[in-house]
């Protein structure tokens, strides 16, 4: 867990990014999922509000002592923009 300050002109609050790793039986295959979020809190707006900003999921998976690959997929959004983010990697190592 990171957990950090935002501070600005009108605004200010915390926000943070939790993670996980979940290893399956075997020890080849596991996950890591993510979220982000943030709380701000603004006296000029009125308002309090809590918002999951981006959300996501790798996975790994080992063949052998060689090969392993490792994908995922990342969701950002914010009032303005939205994102969706696709990885794939296949790594040897000798």
Known sequence: MTVYNLVGDDIEGYGGRLSGHIPFPGHRFSLQP?????????????????TVSDIGCHAYYIFNKAWSASGGIAYTYTEEVQRLFFDFAVTFKW
């Open 34 to 50: 993510t979220v982000a979020f943030r709380y701000l809190r603004s006296d000029i707006l009125g308002k309090d509000e809590f």
